[in-house]
C-alpha cells in the first residue's frame, strides 16, 4: 500500500514535466500567452505534488530528486526560453546570456535547497523560490500581451528584469513558504470573506492580479531584510550584537 501512494506525488510532479515541455513547444511555434498559462498550471501541479506527499507521508529521496529534475525543466529552461523568444531573441548574445544566467541560478538555487532541506525551517525559504521566478516570467509575458504594452517594452528593461529574478533566487533573503498553512483549521469570519473578495478579484482581471501578486511576493523578501536592517540599526551603532 505504501509503494501504491508513493506514486500519487510522482503523478502530480510529471503533470509538472508536462506542462512546463508543453510551454516550450507553445513558446517555439510563437504562442507566448499560451506558453505562459502552461508555466502557471506546472506550479500548481508542482505546489500539489509537494503537499500530497506530505499529507500521506510519501516523501523520499526519489521524489524530490525527480520534484528538483522537473523544476529545472518547468522553472528553468521553459521561460527562459519563453523570454528569449518573446522579446529577447533580436538582441543575440545579451539576450541569450541573460536566460542562460537565469537558468544556471535557478538550478543551482534547487540544487543549494536540497542540499539544505533539512535546515530550513518550514515558514521559509532562501532565496526566491524557482517557481515564483518562472511564475514573474510568466505573468510578466500574460501582463504585457493583456494591455498591448509589448511594443512599448524595452528589451534592456527585460534584461535587468532577468538579472534582478536570476540574483534573488540565488540570494539570502527570506521569503515565507506558506507550508504550515492549514486549510483544515478553523479561521475567523472575516478571513472568508476576505478570502472570497480576494478571489472574485482575481478571477475578474486574472491577467493584473497574477503580475500584482507575484511582484508582492518577489519583493517581500528584499522589504523584509529593510525592515529587519531599520529595526536593528541602533544595535549596530551601539557596537552590540543582536540577538539570533
Same mark, same amino acid.
Given at each position: 500500500?505504501?509503494?501504491?501512494?508513493?506514486?500519487?506525488?510522482?503523478?502530480?510532479?510529471?503533470?509538472?514535466?508536462?506542462?512546463?515541455?508543453?510551454?516550450?513547444?507553445?513558446?517555439?511555434?510563437?504562442?507566448y500567452t499560451r506558453s505562459a498559462v502552461a508555466i502557471l498550471i506546472a506550479i500548481i501541479f508542482d505546489a500539489l505534488d509537494g503537499r500530497i506527499a506530505r499529507m500521506t507521508r510519501s516523501t523520499s529521496d526519489f521524489g524530490m530528486e525527480y520534484d528538483s529534475l522537473a523544476d529545472v525543466i518547468s522553472f528553468g529552461m521553459a521561460p527562459g526560453l =519563453?523570454?528569449?523568444?518573446?522579446?529577447?531573441?533580436?538582441?543575440?548574445?545579451?539576450?541569450? =546570456?541573460?536566460?542562460f544566467l537565469f537558468i544556471?541560478?535557478?538550478?543551482?538555487?534547487?540544487?543549494? @535547497?536540497?542540499?539544505?532541506?533539512?535546515?530550513?525551517?518550514?515558514?521559509? @525559504?532562501?532565496?526566491?523560490?524557482?517557481?515564483?521566478?518562472?511564475?514573474?516570467?510568466?505573468?510578466?509575458?500574460?501582463?504585457?500581451?493583456?494591455?498591448?504594452f509589448t511594443s512599448h517594452i524595452n528589451p534592456m528593461i527585460v534584461v535587468l528584469f532577468v538579472y534582478i529574478l536570476s540574483f534573488l533566487m540565488v540570494s539570502n533573503l527570506k521569503y515565507k513558504s506558506f507550508k504550515s498553512f492549514e486549510l483544515r483549521k478553523k479561521r475567523p469570519f472575516s478571513i472568508?470573506?476576505?478570502?472570497?473578495? @480576494?478571489?472574485?478579484?482575481?478571477?475578474?482581471?486574472?491577467?493584473?492580479?497574477?503580475?500584482?501578486?507575484g511582484c508582492i511576493y518577489t519583493l517581500s523578501g528584499p522589504v523584509e531584510r529593510f525592515l529587519a536592517y531599520k529595526r536593528l540599526e541602533p544595535l549596530f551603532k551601539l557596537g552590540k550584537k543582536p540577538k539570533e
Open positions: 500500500m505504501n509503494k501504491k501512494i508513493k506514486l500519487l506525488p510522482s503523478i502530480f510532479t510529471t503533470g509538472n514535466i508536462f506542462f512546463g515541455f508543453y510551454s516550450i513547444i507553445a513558446a517555439i511555434h510563437g504562442d =519563453l523570454i528569449y523568444l518573446w522579446m529577447l531573441k533580436p538582441y543575440g548574445r545579451i539576450g541569450w =546570456l541573460a536566460v544556471i541560478c535557478g538550478a543551482l538555487r534547487l540544487a543549494r @535547497f536540497n542540499v539544505h532541506v533539512s535546515e530550513e525551517k518550514n515558514n521559509h @525559504f532562501i532565496g526566491l523560490p524557482i517557481p515564483a521566478a518562472a511564475g514573474m516570467i510568466a505573468s510578466y509575458v500574460i501582463f504585457c500581451n493583456h494591455i498591448a472568508i470573506v476576505f478570502t472570497i473578495l @480576494f478571489l472574485w478579484v482575481v478571477v475578474t482581471i486574472p491577467e493584473v492580479m497574477m503580475f500584482l501578486m
